[in-house]
């Protein structure tokens, strides 16, 4: 199968604000501070029109300089508790970054951060219109989330609601079950370098029908930061840096 090569500042102004739609869900899949994954949702959010959905990134460390740094550059507005607290005077920000405070008690923390998370989820949930973006997905299901992300997921597209979901890596870790959900439900996917062949066990489970073995091997061959864009509708291409 050929694959059209595209460079990423190419994909982020021509084609992804058109080719993204309300409530369509997307993966992102890549090793944890090598692939860039993080950084590419940040743009793929950014390239989104503002007309399309309210935009909540959630940040569960107690430090980011990448999400701290993005929240500036994008013009949200970081809170710590959900609802947004509003004074009248104050300009509507571009969105919101969702990171509440942290007392380094693991019990204490988790118990809190998966209160306030939990309320931003079931509000996207029940409004609509609104895309979040969860920098790690393993982190809702540690809290405790995976009913809420399960709902939005299966339920949520029709309503405008979409889960923007990083994953470190297709096979999973041995710490966290994740909702079968995360891989089958996104619109769109993109993935970064992988050897790793049980991730094929994952590649078979997204939309658009790829063959797993064609994925893996399209993966494996991938160059520092740069992904395989995959979409529902069978469509395919390499994202460059």
Aim: charged share 25%; proline share 5%; net charge neutral.
């Amino acid at each position: 199968m050929a694959l059209t090569r595209i460079n990423r500042q190419e994909f982020l102004e021509d084609y992804w604000p058109g080719i993204y739609g309300k409530g369509e869900h997307v993966l992102l899949c890549g090793a944890t501070q090598r692939s860039g994954k993080t950084y590419l949702g940040f743009q793929l959010l950014d390239a989104v029109p503002e007309s399309v959905a309210n935009k909540v990134t959630f940040c569960m460390k107690p430090k980011d300089k990448t999400v701290g740094g993005w929240t500036e550059k994008l013009g949200f507005k970081e809170v710590d508790s959900w609802p947004p607290k509003k004074k009248f005077w104050e300009p509507e920000p571009k969105g919101h970054t969702l990171w509440p405070k942290h007392t380094f008690d693991p019990d204490k923390d988790n118990q809190h951060l998966g209160k306030i998370f939990q309320a931003s989820m079931r509000d996207a949930y029940k409004k609509g219109d609104t895309i979040l973006f969860l920098d790690e997905v393993f982190g809702v299901s540690e809290l405790g989330l995976n009913d809420d992300l399960s709902a939005i997921l299966s339920r949520g597209a029709g309503m405008g609601c979409a889960a923007w979901m990083c994953v470190q890596r297709g096979s999973g870790t041995q710490q966290v079950s994740l909702p079968g959900f995360i891989w089958s439900q996104p619109y769109h996917n993109f993935i970064a370098h992988s050897s790793n062949k049980n991730d094929k066990q994952k590649y078979a489970d997204m939309n658009g029908d790829f063959d797993p073995e064609w994925m893996h091997s399209t993966v494996s061959n991938l160059g520092p930061f740069e992904f395989l864009y995959t979409n529902a509708e069978g469509h395919a291409a390499i994202i460059s840096r």
